[in-house]
């Protein structure tokens, strides 16, 4: 493609030791690593907003971060552009087999089931759960490896079902608030979070999207409560819970 072609001319003009950008000659891929992970949240965020728009720039941003990666990877002889394209082309033939091959599935969930079977087998995987970094948010990290057991069978079979584990873990986080073991406690929010993404898992939905926006919505509220008590003059912290409570209340219909 020739805009992509361009753009991969482009990056290689900045990288040139003589007459390049002084920044880009500077980047190492241990460096762009922010910046792999904030195009990739920028781009999240525009898809939330269903900005088209803000998703076009952002995948072009984000595209940057991979052109730029590897150019690094290319100099030093490692690989290419062409050859991380033409990875991912074999990955996608080999793991739909259904579309290339003779496997017949007849739902997406047989589709994901038999991707993760691949997975484990192209990968030579002794276990059906991925290795996944520790940089990973930890509720996405609790939906895809509560998938991947789900490729095998453990699972409830449906988010009712998993209700019913959230219901059990609140129970016995309440038992070790009340016991005072701090090690125990933590251990059971953990279990609690656990069982609530598989809920939101079931549910399909994603948890970490899920709590993004309730933070969000928290914020608002929250800063909508500050502005009242400022604009009657009021110190935020010599107002009552009661009062802040209904102005919460007021918050939501705002």
Known sequence: ??????????????????????????????SLREYVLEEAHELVEAIGADSVEKQKEELGDLLLQIVFLSQLHREKGNFSIRDVVATINQKLI???????????VHTAEEVRQNW???????????????????????LSHAKRIAEQASS?????DDPLGALEKVEEEVAELKKEIRAGDRHKVEEEIGDLLFAV??????????????LKSTNKKFVNRFRYIEEQLKEQGKDINETGMDEMEELWQKAKTE
């Open 116 to 138: 993760e079977k691949i997975k484990k087998k192209t990968k030579k995987k002794t276990s059906i759960l991925s290795d996944y970094p520790d940089q990973m948010p930890a």
């Open 152 to 156: 095998v069978g453990f699972d409830w």
């Open 1 to 30: 493609m020739k805009e992509f072609n361009k753009l991969i001319k482009i990056m290689k003009r900045l990288r040139n030791p003589v007459n390049g950008c002084p920044w880009d000659r500077k980047q190492t891929t241990y």
């Open 197 to 210: 993404a598989n809920v939101a898992r079931l549910a399909f939905v994603n948890p970490e999207f899920a």
């Open 94 to 104: 080999q793991r739909h087999p259904h579309i290339f091959g003779n496997t017949t």
